[in-house]
């Protein structure tokens, strides 16, 4: 008894001096994390996460790519992906520095996660439409493990959807003067996220130009000088180190895995007709003739399952190592947003008449930065220089909307999911006539009568973990399958 009485008083005693709770401080783990430390992870994942989305999912669903082993995405047998989970697992981190931004009256990095966050919502809802957005990722915060979906007009256009998110963004990249660190996409250059910001804003605006006026929106965003992107050097692109873990995801696959992506027959048959040569870039010749200079030969790979054309060339140098091939000096980026598709952008705008302007200038600019960005080789494929290609191999503007179209198509090459969401927002606009694109075809032995699917199914989790508001959701967009039709493009 006496022994316990002495450990009693001493407890007590540590306890007033309050010593007690330092004994439960881990001196090794820090309590609180600064956003230097959470802004370089945060794009590290959404980078390899959207790498790996576009190689698996979006240059396949849009044909730019296909898919020689489990051809899923090609033939339409689609299911959830896992973009959900990867996603959202990201955005608590995204969420976790704007508090901390907030907290710290840090303007800079709240814009910079505001933005961050609209891109990767702006994904989610994209994908699979109504979501949960104004409660998602609030388990932690507010104890909601059961969120409900928000529809994907308010997401888009309401007072806190994602329109006004990027508004808010610019208007504190306007206003502040705090700075940041640890930012491995801009190095710290808050004016290039301020444009990328912007560049954003259009492209949500052309997602949604089906449904409301967007003319005012964007006139507004192009008449500010600097406020988008204005060359490849304001890309939204991730360069990556040499070595694991921070080097480019794809390169890190099994060769065998590799193999199972090849270059799209359609968009070898594009590059082909006008001897564009960004096809040296996109692909890598046959291996009969990968060290014949003067003899390449690119080879397409028809999108579809056992029986259709399958001969096709392994992708570029840029975004694998393979063994016995030669090496690119450049290894391939994560791109979120190009300079060359907001031209791409702003020439559709001009074209459908919602801004004022020359709609061959952005286009011809869309082009030949693309080319630029590529590195390709003009003389390569028997050109002298930009104008000669631009103006001797087809590819001059004619004024219609098809030829925008796949001029885009071709320049959204590894852009996360956008070539799918693009490519379905244009053949919505041809009602689902693939002939009327000109480009693309319906993939060979579809599993979805020729219709493109208009979004990804959501997750079987959620119909065990939020089973009210999962059902609420799948009610409201006409049923959870591949064929429902998004508020977007109704």
């Avoid at 303007?107 to 933005?115: G, P």
């Avoid at 990767?120 to 915060?141: C, H, K, Q, W």
């Avoid at 090849?262 to 048959?269: D, F, Q, T």
């Avoid at 993939?443 to 939020?466: A, M, Q, T, V």
Wanted: hydrophobic fraction near 35%.
């Amino acid at each position: 008894m006496r022994i316990i009485y002495i450990v009693l008083v001493v407890i007590l005693s540590l306890e007033s001096c309050g010593k007690l709770s330092d004994l439960n401080i881990n001196p090794n783990q820090p309590s609180e994390v600064n956003m230097d430390n959470i802004l370089p992870g945060v794009l590290r994942d959404l980078s390899n996460t959207m790498v790996t989305q576009s190689y698996l999912i979006g240059n396949n669903a849009a044909q730019l790519t296909a898919k020689s082993l489990r051809v899923e995405v090609d033939i339409y047998n689609w299911g959830s992906f896992d973009t959900w989970t990867s996603l959202f697992d990201i955005l608590r981190n995204v969420y976790n520095l704007e508090d901390i931004a907030k907290e710290d009256g840090n303007q800079s990095y709240e814009a910079v996660a505001i933005i961050l966050r609209s891109y990767i919502f702006s994904v989610l809802t994209d994908a699979y439409s109504d979501i949960p957005y104004m409660e998602a990722v609030t388990g932690n915060r507010l104890d909601n493990f059961k969120p409900i979906y928000d529809s994907q007009e308010y997401i888009y256009t309401g007072t806190d959807g994602l329109l006004a998110a990027l508004q808010r963004a610019n208007d504190l990249l306007t206003n502040t003067n705090s700075s940041i660190s640890g930012d491995i996409l801009y190095n710290n250059n808050l004016d290039k996220w301020k444009r990328f910001g912007n560049s954003l804003r259009l492209r949500l605006l052309l997602h949604i130009s089906k449904k409301i006026n967007v003319s005012t929106q964007m006139s507004e965003i192009l008449s500010t000088s600097g406020s988008i992107m204005e060359s490849n050097s304001d890309n939204a692109a991730l360069n990556y180190l040499d070595a694991f873990p921070n080097q480019y995801p794809i390169i890190a696959l099994k060769t065998g895995d590799f193999d199972a992506v090849r270059i799209g027959e359609s968009l070898v048959s594009s590059l082909k007709k006008t001897k564009d040569p960004r096809l040296g870039q996109y692909a890598r010749p046959t291996d009969a003739t990968i060290n014949q200079k003067d003899s390449l030969e690119y080879l397409g790979w028809t999108n579809g399952a056992d029986g259709c054309d399958t001969d096709g060339s392994r992708l570029g140098l840029a975004y694998y190592d393979y063994p016995n091939h030669p090496l690119a000096t450049n290894k391939a980026q994560a791109v979120f947003m190009s300079y060359s598709e907001v031209q791409f952008i702003i020439a559709e705008a001009i074209q459908q008449g919602w801004v004022s302007g020359d709609a061959a200038s952005y286009y011809k600019r869309g082009i030949e930065n693309s080319i630029t960005y590529h590195d390709a080789d003009l003389e390569d494929f028997g050109w002298t220089d930009f104008n000669d290609f631009y103006n001797n191999s087809g590819v001059a503007y004619n004024g219609t909307q098809t030829q925008l179209w796949e001029q885009k198509w071709v320049a959204l090459f590894f852009h996360g999911l956008e070539p799918y969401f693009e490519v379905r927002r244009w053949l919505n606009i041809q009602n689902n006539n693939w002939s009327s694109l000109g480009f693309l075809v319906a993939p060979c032995n579809n599993n979805n009568n020729d219709l493109l699917p208009s979004r990804f199914l959501y997750p079987s989790e959620e119909k065990e973990l939020n089973g009210e508001n999962y059902n609420t959701a799948s009610s409201n967009i006409g049923g959870d399958n591949i064929n429902s039709k998004m508020w977007s493009i109704q």
